[in-house]
Nanobody, 116 residues
Framework: VQLQESGGGSVQAGGSLTLSCAASGFTFSNHDMSWVRQAPGKDQEWVSNIDSRGYTYYTESVKGRFTISRDNAKMTVYLQMNNLSPEDTGMYYC???????????RGQGTQVTVSS
């Protein structure tokens, strides 16, 4: 099982970024996928989840601004982030659910930095 995030960068407040997570090594379409983030000096925070049927869930602070989606043919999950604020700064990771072979996995992350 491998996960590779991309798409992070530095933007000004109000800007947008789209993160991608390319997966391999498991039957992607059968599994829920999540995005989590970790800001410097803070605990990891769950951001969003998309289940295998395509239903989506968001933490309250990103509702209306972030959109999670998946392309099962490409084995990729996305996080479209709009109207970014400095509070969204952090390392963003995609995470599998607990039922993938070998247990839940997390990618190496992609850095998002939002300046005011």
């Amino acid at each position: 099982v491998q996960l590779q995030e991309s798409g992070g960068g530095s933007v000004q407040a109000g800007g947008s970024l789209t993160l991608s997570c390319a997966a391999s090594g498991f039957t992607f379409s059968n599994h829920d996928m999540s995005w989590v983030r970790q800001a410097p000096g803070k605990d990891q925070e769950w951001v969003s989840n998309i289940d295998s049927r395509g239903y989506t869930y968001y933490t309250e602070s990103v509702k209306g601004r972030f959109t999670i989606s998946r392309d099962n043919a490409k084995m990729t999950v996305y996080l479209q982030m709009n109207n970014l604020s400095p509070e969204d700064t952090g390392m963003y990771y995609c995470v599998t659910d607990a039922t993938v072979p070998g247990g839940p996995r997390r990618g190496q992350g992609t850095q998002v930095t939002v300046s005011s």
